[in-house]
């Protein structure tokens, strides 16, 4: 267990649809990640804050947005869903931004019909 | 931007077997770890390894930040070995981990 947590782990929907995936870093990690891995791909990083604020932004879709609580829980908001999207989602989460271990959770598995 | 390059992407291999899985970046990088992703899909911490080596039972890693390589030696392959190794460097200026494409490994019994 990384102690990074993800919630849903599998979440099907249809095209046109919202969904909200969320995540818990590990207790006292001030980062996050997202990335996306679709199938038999690699993974692409989206988006990453620390405390709070975006630090960075990858290949990450304008149907696409992200966000980090005070409570430094993220969640990862995609809109207008495509089929395209269905993919592997991962969150990783870091002390700090500089020379800190990243520890991924278990993805939520997203399909879109 | 940074490359990061696995090799070999593929490598079939029978129980017992040892084998190395490379990784190249094009880049100075503030650090790099090796994961395995499960045949279920969970990335799993393998090393932690900005530079130097490091073992952990039969497996071992060594980075070498001067000449921008890492290795991951895996030792008396298990069918449990089977699944996608990657390699990923944090870049702080840009403040992203990036992934190589993996190195699919599979253990024949």
């Known amino acids: 267990d990384s102690g990074v947590t993800q919630t849903p782990k599998h979440l099907i929907t249809a095209t046109g649809q919202r969904v909200t995936l969320r995540c818990s870093p590990r207790?006292?990690?001030?980062?996050v990640y997202w990335y996306q891995q679709s199938l038999d791909q690699g993974l692409q990083f989206l988006i990453q804050?620390?405390?709070?604020?975006?630090?960075a932004k990858g290949n990450i879709l304008e149907r696409f947005s992200a966000q980090q609580f005070p409570d430094l829980h993220s969640e990862l908001n995609l809109s207008s869903l495509e089929l395209g999207d269905s993919a592997l989602y991962f969150c990783?989460?870091?002390?700090?931004?500089?020379?800190?271990?990243?520890?991924f959770g278990q993805g939520t598995r997203l399909t879109v019909v | 931007g940074i490359q990061v390059e696995q090799s070999p992407p593929d490598l079939i291999l029978q129980e017992g077997a040892n084998s190395t899985l490379r990784c190249n970046f094009s880049?100075?990088?503030?650090?790099l770890q090796w994961f395995h992703q499960n045949p279920w899909g969970q990335l799993i911490n393998l090393f932690y390894?900005?530079?130097g080596t490091k073992q952990n039972g039969r497996l071992s890693a060594t980075t070498v930040a001067t000449e921008r390589y890492s290795l991951l030696y895996i030792s008396s392959s298990q069918t449990t070995d089977s699944g996608v190794y990657f390699c990923a460097v944090l870049i702080i200026s840009a403040s992203k981990i990036i992934f190589g494409s993996g190195t699919r490994l599979s253990i024949r019994p």
């Open positions: 880049d100075s990088v503030n650090n």
């Open positions: 990783a989460s870091s002390f700090g931004t500089e020379n800190t271990e990243a520890f």
């Open positions: 207790s006292g990690d001030l980062s």
């Open positions: 390894i900005p530079s």
């Open positions: 804050y620390y405390n709070g604020e975006e630090r």
